[in-house]
């Protein structure tokens, strides 16, 4: 179901409806074997997900102090609410506007041990398409990335350009993870890293 009326009205009541909606989803898990050990050993990695997918895994991963890239575009607003409330840690910014600032706070991050969340679609697209920022980062810092997909047992769409998830009460939500990926050195390392990543969603969407 797409609705195209739904975007203002989540923007403007998003973080009270989306808290109220999160505590009926049913998470179920496959993949974890491959980045808890990460975390375990506190060794700093990127989780990449797709923008469509960030509500849900906003809910299955909030209270865990994991740094998130979000948008400077208005609509990152209520977003950067609703993960301030869960326990992120915003850093504004993206791979297009704002760029370089925000690319720069998610590997100091990094380089200072965290855990980081990324959207490679985003802010504004093209949808499900790795943009470079991502891969550039984890390059850049020396960490790996793994992939998250989710999908929704029954959900509503947003009419905006990702298609926005919002899975419905009491669905059943399954999440896959990918294992890590580890990003090479160079020009070369980059353009792998990202047709990696992009596989890596594809897998895990399929998965999910």
Same mark, same amino acid.
């Given at each position: 179901?797409?609705?195209g009326w739904a975007e203002p009205v989540a923007a403007a009541i998003g973080p009270t409806l989306i808290k109220t909606l999160a505590a009926t989803w049913r998470f179920r898990e496959r993949g974890t074997e491959n980045w808890r050990p990460l975390w375990d050993a506190k060794r700093p990695f990127i989780f990449?997900?797709?923008? /469509?997918?960030?509500?849900?895994l906003l809910a299955l991963h909030k209270r865990e102090a994991?740094?998130?890239l979000i948008s400077r575009h208005r609509d990152g607003g209520y977003l950067a609410d609703l993960a301030a409330q869960w326990g992120y840690r915003p850093v504004r910014g993206s791979t297009q506007r704002g760029g370089e600032v925000g690319l720069l706070g998610i590997v100091r991050a990094l380089q200072g041990g965290a855990v980081v969340a990324m959207t490679p679609?985003?802010?504004r697209g093209p949808a499900e398409r790795v943009q470079p920022g991502a891969v550039a980062a984890a390059q850049h810092a020396g960490v790996p990335i793994v992939a998250v997909g989710a999908r929704?047992? /029954?959900?509503?769409y947003?009419?905006?350009w990702d298609r926005m998830c919002i899975?419905?009460?009491l669905s059943a939500i399954d999440v896959a993870y990918s294992r890590p990926i580890e990003i090479g050195a160079g020009k070369d390392g980059?353009?792998?890293?990202i047709d990696e990543v992009s596989r890596g969603l594809q897998e895990v969407m399929t998965a999910s």
């Open positions: 179901m797409k609705l990449v997900l797709w923008h /469509s997918r960030i509500l849900p994991v740094v998130v679609d985003g802010p929704p047992s /029954s959900a509503w947003l009419g905006s899975p419905k009460p980059l353009r792998r890293g």
